[in-house]
Each structure stands twice: as C-alpha cells, then as structure tokens.
C-alpha cells in the first residue's frame, strides 16, 4: 500500500491511561498525513480522557475501497463514533455518514484558497437523512469534536462520564483562575 493512504497513528500514553479496556471506542480518520498537525489535538484529548482510539489516513477520493471496509467494520471493531477531518472538498464525513449509522462528527480542515470555508460548507450542508455533527475549522474544531464523542459515550459509560465531568469541572476552574485582575 502506498505510504501515506493509510497509517495508524498509536500513543504511548492510551495504553497507561486505559485500565481494562483497550478497545476503541474512538474512529479517527483524516484524508491525508498532512491533516495529522491538525487532527492528533483530538487524539490528545481523547488520551486526556482515557478513551481508546483508532487514528487512520484514509482518502475518500484515492483508497475508497478502504475507506468502505474501514467503516463497514467499524461497529464490528468497537468503534461508537468517529471524527473525520478534511479539507478542500471535504468528502471523507459524507461518505463516512453515508456508509455508517455510527455518530459522526466532522473536523474541517484549514488549506486550500479558502482556509478551510470550503470544507466547512461541504460539511455543513449535508442533505437531509445524512446527518454530520460538524465542529469548527481547525485545531479547535479536532478537540472540541474529542470533548463531543466523549460526551455521547458518556451516556452509557460510567468511567467516561466522571472523567467528562472532571474536564468540565478543570475548565470552570480555569475560567475562575483567568478573571480580570483586581487593580
């Protein structure tokens, strides 16, 4: 297989944060090795959280086929959500919905002539009976669709909820720490 269609992505750090589960519950997909930079912030954030993930570089326009038996397996394998991110185009969270009844949320990627406008509207506008949770363009965009996947699986798992609520309970307490200073 040529270098670069497919690739999977593992961290060190997901194997020390889940205690008995090591399945996937996570399908992270990108169109290209340069949508790396960008989607491994949603891969991070899952880490943070000890949910276990599947990262892969698979193109909707170059390996289809793979594409196809990568999602078609996916339920199969674990996975109870997936994050796609592109660019330009932005094909891959279409086509994924399209072969799936799995959540997905969509990451467009900044690039191309119109930084990523182009791929947020591609996602955006997906017809109806096809549904697309689409995140912001971006860095942004890759975590806050972690912080989503874990809030769907916190629904029916315990462990991801508390660790959810944890993160939650962090980010008031950063807000409260970032007030404005008293003169």
Same mark, same amino acid.
Do not use: C
């Given at each position: 297989?040529?270098?670069?269609? *497919?690739?999977?992505f593992?961290?060190?750090? %997901? &194997?020390? &944060?889940?205690?008995?589960?090591? *399945?996937?519950?996570?399908?992270?997909?990108?169109?290209?090795?340069?949508?790396?930079?960008t989607?491994?912030?949603?891969?991070?954030?899952?880490?943070? %959280?000890?949910?276990?993930?599947d990262?892969?570089?698979?193109?909707?326009?170059?390996?289809?086929?793979?594409?196809?038996?990568?999602?078609?397996?996916a =339920?199969?394998?674990?996975? =109870?959500?997936?994050?796609?991110?592109?660019?330009?185009?932005?094909?891959?969270?279409?086509? !994924?919905?399209? &072969? *799936?009844?799995?959540?997905?949320?969509?990451?467009?990627?900044?690039?191309?002539?119109?930084?990523?406008?182009?791929? #947020?509207?591609?996602?955006?506008?997906?017809?109806?009976?096809?549904?697309?949770? !689409? %995140?912001?363009i971006?860095?942004?965009?890759?975590?806050?669709?972690?912080? %989503?996947?874990?809030?769907? #699986?916190?629904?029916?798992?315990?462990?991801?909820?508390?660790?959810?609520?944890?993160? =939650? &309970?962090?980010? *008031?307490?950063?807000?409260?720490?970032?007030?404005?200073?008293?003169d």
């Amino acid at each position: 297989m040529p270098v670069g269609f *497919t690739k999977h992505f593992e961290h060190g750090a %997901l &194997k020390k &944060k889940m205690s008995d589960n090591t *399945t996937p519950l996570v399908g992270v997909v990108m169109g290209s090795q340069s949508d790396w930079a960008t989607m491994k912030h949603a891969t991070l954030t899952l880490d943070k %959280l000890g949910i276990g993930h599947d990262a892969r570089v698979i193109s909707a326009h170059r390996t289809p086929d793979l594409l196809e038996e990568w999602i078609g397996s996916a =339920r199969d394998r674990g996975i =109870r959500v997936i994050i796609a991110g592109a660019g330009m185009a932005a094909h891959l969270a279409g086509v !994924t919905a399209a &072969k *799936t009844s799995l959540p997905v949320l969509a990451v467009p990627l900044g690039g191309g002539a119109l930084d990523g406008v182009d791929a #947020l509207y591609a996602m955006v506008q997906m017809p109806k009976g096809i549904p697309v949770g !689409t %995140l912001a363009i971006g860095k942004s965009g890759a975590i806050n669709a972690a912080l %989503l996947a874990a809030s769907i #699986l916190a629904l029916s798992n315990p462990e991801i909820a508390e660790a959810y609520e944890e993160f =939650r &309970k962090e980010q *008031t307490e950063q807000g409260v720490a970032n007030s404005i200073p008293k003169d």
